[in-house]
């Protein structure tokens, strides 16, 4: 990821890579989208989905499917690979799906390019400093902190250390109770 520092935006771009991490049907959407705003672009796509998404299929255009990079070796080959086709754009689709979140995130710090983030609606934003608020807004509702959820969100979050000492001390009192048992009474202990 570079320009996350800066506002600069692409002068031109010829390449761009997309991080099909959603439903097939959002890539369909996205790219006319895309199309309109870099007309001349060739797009490239990485999935783990099988088959060519409709808008998407040109010559022009490739696809590389996560299932054919299992193991640390071939994902740094894909890295390596995508690194030399210099992409000046990368999208990444957050549609709060639980999709190749890791690949995601992994290709999005590997790769030099400005990614952008891009909704279920097709609406997108560049992510950099000039777009913080709305990263952190993005963020919130994404983890369930923003809207009605965020104080129960948020109070779970603040009760969990207590939860977790409870449980703890119960299961510590509860082994604790045991072996005085089994040492005060040695014959009368079964250990099923």
Known sequence: MKLVFSE??????????????????????????????????AIDLVTCFPGVPKSLDEPANRVFRTADFAGAPARARLYAELRVRQYQVGGMICSGEPVM?????????????????????????WIDLAHRRVLARFT?????????????????????????TYLLLYAASAHGRRAVRRWTRPGTFSTL
């Open 101 to 125: 979140t890791r690949w995601k995130l992994a290709l999005a710090w590997k790769i030099p390019a400005k990614f952008l983030a891009i909704n279920e609606n097709g609406d997108y934003f």
């Open 8 to 41: 600069r935006q692409p002068k031109t771009v010829e390449r761009i890579l997309l991080i099909e991490s959603g439903s097939r049907h959002l890539i369909d959407q996205v790219v006319p989208v895309l199309r309109q705003h870099w007309p001349g672009a």
């Open 140 to 164: 919130l509702a994404r983890l369930g902190l923003a809207g009605s959820g965020a104080a129960a969100a948020a109070a779970r979050l603040l009760l969990f250390p207590f939860h977790l």
